[in-house]
């Protein structure tokens, strides 16, 4: 069910190259990570981290009306974008655009320029899932707010209405809910009974055994394809 977007080469950034070994990269990254368990403030709103892993990195953002991210990319990691609510739309540099309704996804693959803006009347609740996990990996070609050329933000707040994001295996951390109580997020193996539980509004694949590099599978209770995640290890988004 994801739509992938590809655009012509003057769109599209190619992966940068490094001798760093994967693991060497994944911890020097990870040694700069600790803010980001905070809530981060942006101009248009503000988001905060809800699941993450060596691999994968899950993130829930707050626009509001008539805003927009910058147009930017990640030249390592391909990204999928989650309508939980409001109205929007992805735009991309050459004249494409995919609409953002409640229950849509768009897949942006690594390389590729977007922002992502909200209507003039709603507030635009998502869910963005990043794999490889690596905040850092963002080139800003414009921006609104004059972010452009600049890297992810350094700062973060404390909210006491934020749960505090847990460590649920090793290496592994996620928070149990969103900050407006609105959603649930919980992982496990995937079972017969969830696949009928019409609470669970997305499932998303984190067995990182079964994942191409960059990969991301996401699935809803609309696809055919749900009963593939059966036994497999899945984050999952539940209404509250």
């Not at 006491?160 to 809910?177: H, P, Q, T, Y």
């Not at 696949?195 to 499932?203: G, Q």
């Amino acid at each position: 069910m994801n739509k992938k977007i590809h655009t012509t080469d003057r769109n599209h950034v190619e992966s940068t190259t490094s001798t760093t070994t994967d693991s060497e990269r994944k911890f020097q990254i990870f040694d700069k990570d600790v803010h980001l368990n905070e809530l981060i403030e942006k101009p248009w709103g503000f988001e905060y981290r809800v699941y993450c892993d060596d691999t994968f990195d899950i993130w829930r953002l707050h626009i509001k009306t008539s805003q927009s991210t910058s147009m930017h990319c990640h030249a390592n990691k391909d990204t999928v974008l989650i309508c939980l609510s409001g109205s929007g739309e992805t735009r991309f540099l050459n004249g494409e655009m995919h609409n953002l309704t409640q229950g849509s996804n768009v897949y942006i693959t690594k390389g590729i320029y977007h922002q992502t803006v909200s209507s003039v009347d709603q507030e635009l609740q998502l869910i963005e899932i990043e794999n490889p996990r690596n905040k850092y990996d963002l080139i800003r070609l414009s921006d609104n707010y004059g972010r452009e050329n600049t890297s992810y933000e350094k700062k973060s707040v404390s909210d006491d209405s934020l749960v505090n994001l847990k460590e649920i295996d090793a290496g592994s951390f996620m928070r149990s809910e969103d900050l407006t109580k609105d959603f649930k997020f919980s992982t496990g193996h995937f079972t017969q009974k969830e696949l009928l539980d019409k609470k669970i509004r997305f499932i998303i694949g984190i067995n990182r055994v079964d994942h191409k590099p960059g990969e991301i599978r996401i699935s809803n209770h609309k696809d055919n394809a749900l009963k593939e995640f059966i036994g497999k290890k899945t984050f999952m988004i539940s209404d509250y």
